[in-house]
């Protein structure tokens, strides 16, 4: 009976275990899913956002926006004056999340700028600044992107983005016109994060250069 009671336990125990891998399976394939599909969203985004306006008062608009987006970007953020409230952080970070959702990126842009001088030590802000720098590619703001790219990797060096941050720096310097540079950082993605999609990514595309 003590045996039997053991394995009855034991079918249990391994019944809960792959309810378990089942449910860490369809987590990981909605979070690729829901990742790929943002990214889809803001490529569509991005051809729109990067046309011209040639109108005499549109031009100047626009490079208002990207000097005082420059500005912006420049600037270290602010120490917080605010304690750390994790509920709070996370209310502010997915209200910037949402306008990508809605493709609104210069009011986005405007959020994750204002996330980061706010709670420039939170634990979201690693991911802000990454998706700051989505945002301003999306915008077609070249340059805004590449400083965005670049201050995930100086400012937080051991996030999980930093990988996926250096390859998209490499993508806009490429865009740029910077070739010099964009070869040095993908062999930097290989060479510092192996294993990872950045650094798979990383070797298809210097095998194309």
């Given at each position: ?29 909605e979070n690729l899913e829901r990742y790929q599909d943002l990214d889809r969203r803001i490529s569509s ?71 980061l001088r706010k709670y420039p030590n939170s634990q979201y802000a690693g991911n802000a600044q990454y ?21 995930v990797g100086q400012k937080y060096p051991k996030h999980s983005k930093v990988p996926d941050s250096l ?43």
């Amino acid at each position: 009976m003590q045996l039997q009671q053991m394995q009855d336990q034991i079918s249990r125990q391994q019944g809960i275990i792959e309810e378990l891998q089942n449910d860490v399976s369809r987590m990981k394939q909605e979070n690729l899913e829901r990742y790929q599909d943002l990214d889809r969203r803001i490529s569509s985004g991005a051809a729109s956002a990067a046309t011209p306006d040639n109108s005499s008062t549109g031009g100047a608009n626009n490079a208002a926006t990207g000097a005082a987006a420059g500005a912006s970007a420049a600037q270290p953020p602010a120490a917080s004056s605010e304690p750390g409230d994790p509920a709070k952080e996370k209310l502010y970070y997915d209200a910037a999340f949402d306008l990508i959702k809605q493709k609104d990126f210069d009011k986005a842009s405007q959020a994750f700028n204002a996330f980061l001088r706010k709670y420039p030590n939170s634990q979201y802000a690693g991911n802000a600044q990454y998706w700051l720098g989505e945002v301003n590619l999306a915008k077609g703001d070249l340059q805004g992107a590449s400083q965005a790219f670049a201050e995930v990797g100086q400012k937080y060096p051991k996030h999980s983005k930093v990988p996926d941050s250096l390859y998209k720096l490499a993508d806009v310097e490429r865009r740029m016109g910077h070739t010099d540079k964009v070869k040095g950082i993908l062999q930097q993605v290989i060479t510092q994060y192996p294993g990872t999609s950045a650094a798979q990514l990383a070797q298809r595309d210097l095998q194309k250069l």
